[in-house]
Each structure stands twice: as C-alpha cells, then as structure tokens.
C-alpha cells in the first residue's frame, strides 16, 4: 500500500456504534488507507461509554474517547448521567474532550430546560478539567450562543459539530476565537448551501469530520458511513477553498491537533 504524503483526522466518528462490530478491523484499514492517522470519538450516554472504551484500549494510539451526555439521551434521569460523567473525569482517564453535548430541540422540547442544564453543567466540567468541548446542536442555536456568550472571557475551546451552512449563525460563531466549525459530509449534498457559505469562513477556522455511522457523503449517501469516506469531505473542501488535498490535509490537521492535542497522550 502507498503511504500517504498527508495525513487527516476524523473529529466525530462513532466507531463504537454495533454497526461496525461485525467489521471494525477492515473499516479501521481503509480509514488508513486514505491517510486518515487518527480519529476522535464523542461518547453519547451511560449506555455506550463500555463499548467506546473498548475501542479504544483495541486501537490505541489511533482512537481517542471523549466523554460526555449527548443532549437527545437527557431525560428524567439526567442527574444520575451527569453524576457518571463528572466520576469518569474526576478518576484517570484518557478523555480527550466533553463531548458531545449541547441542545438538540428538533426532535423534542419535553426536556428543553434540563438539556440546557445539563449543557452548562458540562460546560463547567470542561473548564474544570481544561478540556475542549464538541456541541451538538439543531434547532437550538440561539441557546446555544446564549449560553457559551457567559464563557467568552474564560478558556473554552471546542468545535460546533456538523455545521450545515446556516448564514446567519456564522458571525456569531466565529465570535468564539477557540472554537472550530466541524464540516462532514453534509457538504457533498446537492442542495447543502455549505459550497456557497465556506468561502467566507477561514480554513483555520475548520475540521474535517464523518459522524459515522450517520450523514455519509456523496457518493455514498444512504449508505452506513465510515471513516474512509472522510476523503470525500476533504475533497469537496479542497474544491471550494481552491486547495490541493494536501494543502486541506496538513491546515485541518492543524486544527484538529492545536484542539485536542492537550490530550492527547499517545498521539
């Protein structure tokens, strides 16, 4: 196999998922393949923090665990969840970031107010632990931006995941100087509106990202998405910025590691 002259980073990849059990080794090898040397895991509830672990400690130094309460899984018993993740933090660990966490008020608002709870609590967590954060956020930007305005003069960093080209929150988000704009494949997608809105966002300001299993790009949207397909992010971003691959390799590797690398212990 031909190495590489770049290498690229997966931000936001759920390679724990059970949809991968069946062939992690081979997806881990085409990820490879394509350069990608390292990837970054968000955790989403007390349910699947064993399975992402265990990828980890299978994959070390190539899989990264961050920990965190994904703001879909909040309900009822959020309390004991964040209780979870604040012993997991307060024990030795190798979490690279909390993540992923924020609001997420399109599929229900029965628990807007202990979503946006949980969110500050594990806001507080990161600053406590000098940790990045990862948002996850839909139909939720403007509490979202409420909330992390109270942080603006304090160390947060983080990324705002999957960013899907909304012109009216860009001025805002990049407001916040340590943070970075997670793309994906949504980027590939004929009626994105990302292609037209990037130009006007830095590249520096960037990371190239899957979330698979969910969101595979062109030409492989519908199907299961995996690591390998990051290629296809980075060659829509290298089109709209003008770059070569290399060029959106090396920059949006930077980035990535300027974030994370804190963290990183075997990197």
Known sequence: MKERSYSLIDTHTHLFDKVFIDDLPQVIERAKAIGVSHVFMPNIDSTTIKAMLSVCDMYKGYCSPMIGLHPTSVNENYESELSLVAQYLASANSFVAIGEIGIDLY???????????????????????????????????????????????????????????????????LEFGNFFLGINGIVTFKKSSLPEVLPSIPIERIVLETDSPYLSPVPN???????????????????????????????????????????????
């Not at 632990?129 to 996850?136: C, S, T």
């Not at 960013?163 to 860009?170: A, N, P, V």
């Not at 829509?236 to 994370?260: C, G, P, R």
Request: contains cysteine; glycine residues 4%; charged residues 25%.
């Open 107 to 173: 599929w229900d608002k029965t628990y807007q107010k202990e979503q946006q709870i949980a969110f500050v609590r594990q806001v507080e967590l990161a600053l406590k632990y000098n940790l990045p954060i990862v948002i996850h956020c839909r139909k939720a930007f403007n509490l979202v931006y409420d909330t992390l305005k109270l942080y603006k003069s304090t160390t947060l960093s983080g990324i705002f995941h999957s960013f899907t080209g909304e012109r009216e929150d860009i001025d805002k988000m």
């Open 221 to 267: 949207r519908g199907k299961r998405n995996e690591t390998a397909n990051l290629k296809y992010v980075q060659a829509k971003v290298a089109d709209i910025y003008h770059l070569s691959l290399e060029q959106v390799a090396e920059i949006t590797t930077k980035n990535a590691l300027s974030l994370f690398g804190g963290r990183r212990r075997t990197l």
